[in-house]
């Protein structure tokens, strides 16, 4: 257990082709990667283009623009999300899920994304982990983590692979 604990370490602390990119965490220890700067940003154009993709999601979430906020996944059969009942396949089903649970602005609430992390997994891939938070007027927040594996498609940064929690 104790090798299988280094092993992911090793890996985070590590990357394979870039810096692990994080901002500060609350009761961070020696194994917090360092926080992102403006100039870590400047300086990997890959990870600026990701954001720009989860900054847009969440204008878009906020203004109640489900098809806008789904420009930031795949638009494939092959999109996959991981849910409570196991992975589910395709761009369009999910945009009609979203649309039935989140028929209003109302019901969408706001969002916003915190504790990001960016691993380069190869020059086409990046892996970004984080914590999100629908803040609705009725008091029924949410809010959980989720991972998301980034691919490079035609010049552009898409989710292909979801799992939020």
Not at 66 to 79: H, K, L, P
């Amino acid at each position: 257990m104790c090798n299988l604990l280094l092993l992911h370490a090793a890996l985070w602390l590590t990357p394979a082709g870039g810096k692990a990119l994080t901002p500060p965490r609350v009761g961070g220890n020696a194994l917090t990667p360092a926080p992102v700067t403006a100039q870590a940003f400047q300086a990997d154009p890959d990870v600026a283009s990701i954001q720009q993709v989860l900054n847009q999601q969440v204008t878009d979430w906020n203004k109640g623009d489900i098809v806008a906020f789904m420009t930031g996944y795949w638009n494939s059969d092959s999109v996959m999300f991981m849910t409570k009942k196991g992975p589910e396949y395709g761009y369009n089903p999910v945009m009609e899920h979203y649309k039935q649970v989140y028929p209003n602005k109302a019901a969408m609430g706001a969002l916003d994304f915190s504790h990001l992390i960016y691993k380069r997994l190869s020059p086409q891939y990046y892996f970004v982990v984080g914590a999100f938070h629908l803040h609705k007027d009725d008091g029924t927040d949410v809010g959980g983590n989720f991972t998301l594996l980034f691919k490079k498609i035609d010049g552009a940064w898409k989710i292909v692979v979801d799992h939020t929690s």
